[in-house]
């Protein structure tokens, strides 16, 4: 699977954390944007504000891993 569709997946159904490690990237918390009301990250199973977006240098670390497969993306079938 390719980020752009990764990203697709991931954003508003994951928490940083989890985005973190299955992308394989280190977003600090001021490098994205998140739901406004707190959900259960079906990754990790605790209550967290779901990324939506990246921001800022967030942007530039997905860009940088832009040309690599991702191989441990979850099955999102019932996500929310």
Do not use: W
Request: charged residues 20%.
């Amino acid at each position: 699977m390719r980020l752009e569709e990764a990203k697709q997946e991931l954003y508003g159904n994951y928490c940083r954390s989890c985005i973190n490690d299955i992308l394989g990237v280190h977003l600090k918390p001021n490098e994205c944007y998140y739901q406004y009301y707190s959900q259960i990250c079906p990754g990790c199973g605790e209550r967290h504000h779901l990324v939506t977006e990246a921001a800022g240098m967030g942007k530039v670390k997905l860009f940088i891993m832009s040309g690599k497969r991702i191989n441990n993306m979850p099955e999102l079938g019932t996500s929310h």
